[in-house]
C-alpha cells in the first residue's frame, strides 16, 4: 500500500500550489512579479491572494497517506505508543540534545576543532525514523551525524572520543565531526559534501536487492535510510537517484531534513517549488511531507515508508519540515534568520511536545522522565570524561588503513597479501 | 557526444567481429601461437570473474543491451542477466555512488565509464566516497570497486574526450591505478582489480582495444592475475631506459627497435601500475642504464614523468649520465585538426630523439626541434 499515489499529488502548476509558504517571504518574490522572464505573471498574482495571517510555513502534516489519517483519527481512543517505546524515544532525543549542547561546550573549550555542526531540533526526525530501524538497515548521513549515530547505537563514548581526535573514537580519530562511520551499526558515513551520500545509500539499498535476488539471500530484507538536508534537494544527485531508486524499486528512504535554511539560503530563495516531497511523484514514487517537530507524525510516516521498502515496494521520499535551534555549525554567526522565526519553532520543540502528549495521556510520569534525563546526564558527562582520557591515535596509526590491503600491493596466487611475501620486493621484475 | 561515440562504436564493433572468430577458435583449440585482441583479453576477464564470483557485477551506460559503448561487456549480459549487467541512465554521479556504496556492502562492482573523461562527473564519488573510507573508517568499510573505462587521447574528438587521468587518480592516496598495454596486461590486471579489496582506477585505452597481441596458454588460464604494484621489462637494455604506460608502451618499443638499428640498447618499462608505482624496478633499471627518458601522453606538469624522476632523482642521482627528459603530451587542451593533434601527443620519433640526446648521439633539443 503506498503513502500516497503518484496521481493524486501530481501537480500541473506548481506555482499554484506553493503559494502559502512563498507568502512568508513576499519580499524576496517582490522583483519577479514584474519579471517577464517567467512568462505569464497572471499565475503569479495568485501570490496576492494569499492569506496574510500565514507568517511562517505550515506545521501539519500536508500529505500524508489515508492510513495515517486514519490511525490519526483514531489516536483519541487509540495511542500512537505504548509507554516504552515513549520511553525509547524521548531518551534518543534528549541523548541527541544534551550530546550536541555537550559538543558545543567542548567546542568552545578547545577540546574539538574544524567544522562542527550540531542537530539541535531535528532530533524528531533522527529519533523517529532510527529507532524503527533493525541493525542490519543501514543509514547514510550528512556532516550533521553526530545524532544520527547516536540513534542508530553508536555509543555516545564512541562518538565523543571521534570528536576529541581520540584513538577510542569509532574511527580511531581518522574520520572526525563529519564522518561518522560504524561497520557494526552500519552507519555508512557522514558526508560532507552536499548529496554525497544520496548515491552510497542509493548503492546500498542496491546492495540489499542484489543480495536478496542474485546471491539469493532470500531473507535479506534490509532497508537504507539517507538523510539530506533542503540545500540538497537542488543538486543533480538527489534527482539522478530518485529516478534509479524508483527506476529498480529499491528498499531506500529518503527523509529531507527540511530546516529551512541552507547555511544562509533560505529555501525559498533556493528552490523553485519548495515543496520537495513532490518530487517523489514525480519519478513515481510516493512523497509526504509530515511534521518534523513531532516525532510521532514522523514515526508514523516512517513506519509505512520503511514497511514499504522492506516489502520490496520501492522507495519514499519524506520531507520533515524542522529547524536547527543553532546556527549552521558553531562556526555560523546566524546573522539571517529572523528571531521571529527562530522564536516559533523554539516554541514548537519535539522534545517538550513529546514530553506534553506522554503526560497528557498518562503514560509516564514527570518523574520516570526525569530519570531518563539524569541518567542522560551522566552518558554525556561520562563520555566526555571517557574522551578526555582516552589516549591521542598513535604516530605508527598515521600511515595505516589507507588500503584494505596493508600495502596497497594486492592479493597472490596464494590467496595472501602480496606485500607480506618478502619476495615481493626482490628480484626482477619480470612476472 | 553520443553520435560520435556511435560512430566509433561502428568501427569497434566491426573490427570485433574479425576478432570474434579468432577468439572462439582459440579457444576451442589449444595449440600454440595464439593472439588475442586487448577487447577480448577484456571481455573474457570480466566473463570469468562474474563467473568465479557472484557478488562481481557490472554497471554503467550502455553496458547491458547495447554491449557495451566499445563492446567490452559484449555477451555478458545474456549470460548474467540484467541483475549483474546494469544498464544506467547517464548520470556518473549516481551511479558511481550507487556503486561504491554497493562495495560498502561486500559487493564488487565494475562500474564502466564510458570513456574516462566522463568520470569528471563522478570523481567525487572516486575519491571522497570510494578511496577515502577505508581511511576514515579506521578500516571498518572498506570498498572493493573497479573503475575502468578508456582513457587518453582517442583520435579526432577534441579536447573533453581526449585526457588522460593517469597522474590525477595517481595523486590520490587510496586508489590503485592500473594501466594495461597488452592482452597479457589487460587479462591478468582486470582480474587483480576485481579480486583487490581496494579501490582501483583502470584505464584502458580505446585505441588499443581492437590490437591484437601474442598471448600464452598460461595467460588464458581463469587462475592468471598480474600483480599490482609491479612493472615489466617489456625489452631488456643497457643505454638508455624508457619508462611509459598503456598506448605508449607500444611506441617506447617501436622507438627502441630504431635505436636498436643504430647502435643503442634501450630498455622498455611497462609500468603496469601507476599507483603503488613500483619505484625499485625503475631505479634498478637507471642504475644499470644511468639514463631515462619518460613517455606518456598526458599533461607534462605533474605528470606520472615528473614523480618518476623525482624518485630517480632521489634514489639514483649519483648513478646518472645525463639529464632526464619527459616526452609528454603538449601543454595544451587537445586540438581536434589531425595536424594539430598529432603534434599534441608522443610519437616514435620524439622519443627516438630523446634517447639519442641522453645517449650524446644527436643535436641538442632546440636544434631538432
Known amino acids: 500500500m503506498s503513502l500516497t499515489t503518484s496521481t493524486k499529488f501530481a501537480q500541473p502548476l506548481p506555482l499554484n500550489t506553493t503559494s502559502s509558504r512563498s507568502k512568508e517571504h513576499k519580499l524576496l518574490f517582490e522583483p519577479f512579479r514584474t519579471n517577464t522572464f517567467l512568462g505569464s505573471t497572471h499565475k503569479l498574482r495568485c501570490f496576492n491572494s494569499l492569506s496574510k495571517s500565514n507568517l511562517h510555513r505550515r506545521s501539519a502534516i500536508v500529505a500524508v497517506s489515508d492510513v495515517v489519517k486514519e490511525k490519526k483519527s483514531k489516536s483519541s481512543t487509540n495511542l500512537l505508543i505504548t509507554k516504552e517505546e515513549g520511553l525509547e524515544l524521548y531518551e534518543d532525543m534528549v541523548l541527541g540534545r544534551a550530546f550536541e549542547d555537550m559538543c558545543a561546550q567542548m567546542y568552545y573549550r578547545g577540546k574539538m576543532f574544524g567544522f562542527v555542526h550540531l542537530y539541535n531540533g531535528q532530533e524528531a526526525v533522527s529519533t523517529g525514523f532510527i529507532k524503527l530501524l533493525k541493525q542490519e538497515d543501514s543509514v547514510a548521513s550528512t556532516y550533521r551525524d553526530h545524532v544520527h549515530s547516536l540513534s542508530k547505537g553508536v555509543s555516545a563514548r564512541a562518538v565523543m572520543s571521534e570528536l576529541f581526535g581520540k584513538a577510542t573514537g569509532c574511527c580511531r580519530g581518522q574520520g572526525g565531526s563529519m564522518h561518522m562511520f560504524s561497520k557494526e551499526h552500519n552507519v555508512l558515513g557522514g558526508f560532507a559534501f552536499i548529496g554525497e551520500g544520496i548515491p552510497v545509500a542509493t548503492g546500498a539499498a542496491f546492495s540489499s536487492k542484489y543480495r536478496r535476488e542474485v546471491l539469493k539471500e532470500a531473507d535479506c530484507d534490509h532497508v537504507t535510510v539517507a538523510f539530506f538536508g533542503d540545500g540538497t534537494c537542488n543538486n543533480g544527485q538527489f534527482f539522478e537517484c530518485l529516478n534509479m531508486a524508483a527506476l529498480w524499486k529499491l528498499p531506500i528512504v529518503f527523509v529531507v531534513e527540511n530546516n529551512l535554511w541552507a547555511i544562509g539560503m533560505s529555501h525559498v530563495r533556493a528552490t523553485s517549488d519548495p515543496e520537495i516531497w513532490k518530487k517523489g511523484p514525480a519519478f513515481g514514487m510516493p512523497g509526504v511531507h509530515v511534521d518534523g517537530m513531532d516525532v510521532l507524525k514522523v514515526r508514523e510516516v516512517a513506519k509505512e515508508a520503511i514497511g514499504r521498502a522492506r516489502r520490496g515496494e520501492g522507495p519514499t521520499l519524506v520531507e520533515c519540515e524542522t529547524y536547527r535551534f543553532r546556527g549552521h555549525s558553531l562556526a555560523d554567526p546566524d546573522e539571517l534568520r529572523d528571531p521571529a522565526e527562530k522564536a516559533h519553532y523554539a516554541a514548537r520543540d519535539p522534545i517538550t511536545a513529546l514530553k506534553r502528549y506522554m503526560i497528557d495521556n498518562n503514560l509516564v510520569t514527570e518523574q520516570e522522565l526525569k530519570t531518563i534525563e539524569k541518567k542522560i546526564d551522566e552518558v554525556v558527562e561520562d563520555a566526555v570524561e571517557f574522551a578526555d582520557e582516552s589516549p591521542h591515535p598513535p604516530r605508527s596509526q598515521l600511515l595505516e588503513n589507507v588500503f584494505a590491503d596493508p600495502k596497497g600491493f594486492g592479493i597472490g596466487p596464494d590467496g595472501r597479501y602480496r606485500c607480506e611475501d618478502p619476495k615481493f620486493t626482490q628480484g626482477t621484475a619480470h612476472v | ?369
Open chain 2, 1 to 369: 557526444m553520443l553520435g560520435i561515440i556511435r560512430q566509433k562504436v561502428g568501427a569497434g564493433g566491426a573490427s570485433l567481429l574479425r576478432t570474434r572468430s579468432a577468439v572462439s577458435a582459440l579457444r576451442s583449440y589449444s595449440s600454440a601461437g595464439k593472439e588475442m585482441t586487448v577487447r577480448d583479453a577484456l571481455n573474457s576477464a570480466l566473463d570469468e570473474e562474474m563467473s568465479a564470483d557472484p557478488k562481481v557485477f557490472l554497471m554503467g551506460e550502455e553496458v547491458g543491451e547495447y554491449q557495451g559503448a566499445y563492446k567490452i561487456s559484449k555477451g555478458l549480459l545474456e549470460k548474467y542477466g540484467p541483475e549483474r549487467v546494469l544498464d544506467t541512465p547517464i548520470t556518473e554521479a549516481g551511479f558511481t555512488g550507487i556503486g561504491v556504496g554497493a562495495a560498502y556492502h561486500g559487493l564488487r562492482p565494475v562500474v564502466e565509464f564510458m570513456t574516462f573523461n566522463f568520470s569528471m562527473q563522478a570523481i567525487d564519488h572516486i575519491i571522497n566516497s570510494a578511496a577515502k573510507s577505508n581511511y576514515m573508517s579506521a578500516g571498518q568499510i572498506s570498498v572493493p570497486i573497479v573503475f575502468r573505462g578508456p582513457n587518453g587521447a582517442a583520435a579526432g574528438v577534441g579536447a573533453q574526450h581526449s585526457h588522460c587521468y593517469a597522474s590525477w587518480y595517481a595523486s590520490c592516496p587510496g586508489l590503485k591505478v592500473l594501466t594495461p598495454y597488452s592482452s597479457e596486461d589487460a587479462r591478468g590486471l582486470l582480474k587483480a582489480a576485481i579480486r583487490d579489496p581496494d579501490p582501483v582506477v583502470f584505464l584502458e585505452n580505446e585505441l588499443l582495444y581492437g590490437e591484437s597481441f601474442p598471448i600464452s596458454a598460461e595467460v588464458l588460464d581463469s587462475s592468471f592475475c598480474l600483480p599490482i604494484g609491479k612493472a615489466k621489462i617489456e625489452r631488456e637494455g643497457k643505454d638508455v631506459t624508457i619508462t611509459a604506460f598503456s598506448k605508449m608502451v607500444g611506441y617506447a618499443l617501436k622507438a627502441a627497435e630504431i635505436l636498436a638499428k643504430e647502435g643503442i640498447s634501450a630498455e622498455v618499462i611497462n609500468l603496469r601500475t601507476i599507483r603503488p608505482l613500483d619505484r625499485s624496478t625503475i631505479n634498478a633499471s637507471v642504475r644499470k642504464t644511468n639514463r631515462l627518458i619518460t613517455v606518456e601522453e598526458g599533461f607534462p606538469q605533474h605528470g606520472v614523468g615528473a614523480e618518476i624522476c623525482t624518485s630517480v632523482v632521489e634514489e639514483s642521482f649519483g648513478y646518472l649520465d645525463a639529464p632526464v627528459e619527459r616526452i609528454t603530451g603538449a601543454d595544451v587542451p587537445m586540438p581536434y585538426a589531425a595536424n594539430l593533434e598529432r603534434l599534441a601527443v608522443p610519437q616514435v620519433e620524439d622519443i627516438v630523439r630523446a634517447a639519442k640526446r641522453a645517449c650524446y648521439r644527436s643535436v641538442p633539443l632546440a636544434a631538432a626541434a
